[in-house]
């Protein structure tokens, strides 16, 4: 198998898994509804470590953009491959929200909120304000590639590392996914908001995509930074590329911070 068919399973198997937990929770009449924030934070992280285990050896079980992305940044990934491992992602995770539909079929209809409907599919603030959206976003995928390629450098049993990362996610979804859903992931949120865009889900509402950007442009500089910052610190090999990245995220920041005053004076208006 190619490490793009690596890719596009491994992320389908991780939104099949990671979607779930949250259709189960979200939707009415699962035997899961309302079983709270831990259990899908718990979910999530066995998510990605199944995946990782599923492909690892085919792939390298990125499933994240923004990991293929600080990998290529610090000479751990061919830029080449960087394409089709993008599109391999997205193109599973896809898939991978269409088979939560299907395997909830039933309880589209009977969940009345178009909110909890997407809320299945993608990320969300919990309180709208770009600029902290955006730092929280990058702030978890920093943390995400940083804890990557420092678990990486320890030694453990054979076949474990990848049930450790599952835990990283745990770990960032208890203490830093409250505020936007933590998707540290473009794919996660991207491919899913497409296929919820998509798909004949009833009374399912709009997709959002005025936030959209948001989990898409922040685990991209997030995980840039968190690459680039092990490269430069832990590995003690200078590169200016992080200097690069760093001022890219600074104009970025500046402009959601404009957005996020323009939204507060809106809702002051009204």
Not at 234 to 251: C, E, N, P, R
Request: with cysteine; aromatic share 10%.
């Amino acid at each position: 198998m190619s490490a793009f068919w690596g890719e596009l399973i491994g992320t389908m198997i991780l939104i099949a898994l990671g979607g779930g937990v949250c259709a189960g929770v979200s939707l009415k009449k699962s035997f899961a509804a309302n079983s709270g924030w831990i259990v899908i934070t718990m979910g999530w992280g066995l998510a990605v470590a199944i995946a990782a285990y599923s492909v690892g050896s085919i792939s390298g079980a990125h499933l994240n953009p923004a990991l293929t992305l600080g990998l290529a940044l610090i000479g751990k990934l061919p830029w080449a491959d960087v394409p089709s491992y993008m599109a391999a992602q997205l193109l599973g995770a896809i898939i991978g929200a269409v088979i939560v539909y299907l395997h909830y079929l039933p309880h589209w209809k009977v969940t009345e909120d178009p909110g909890a409907k997407l809320g299945v599919f993608s990320t969300s603030p919990a309180v709208y304000h770009p600029f902290s959206n955006l730092m929280s976003e990058m702030i978890g995928t920093f943390i995400l590639v940083l804890g990557i390629l420092a678990i990486g450098a320890n030694k453990f049993a054979d076949g474990l590392n990848p049930f450790i990362v599952g835990f990283l996610i745990v770990s960032i979804g208890l203490s830093l996914g409250g505020t936007t859903g933590y998707a540290i992931n473009p794919a996660r949120d991207l491919g899913p908001r497409i296929a919820h865009a998509l798909l004949p889900i009833a009374g399912k509402g709009g997709s959002n995509w005025k936030y959209a950007w948001i989990p898409v442009v922040g685990p991209l500089l997030g995980g840039s930074l968190g690459a680039l910052f092990y490269k430069n610190v832990f590995l003690g090999q200078s590169d200016a590329a992080i200097w690069i990245v760093a001022g890219i995220t600074v104009v970025i920041l500046v402009i959601s911070l404009l957005f996020s005053g323009k939204s507060a004076n809106r809702s002051v208006s009204m």
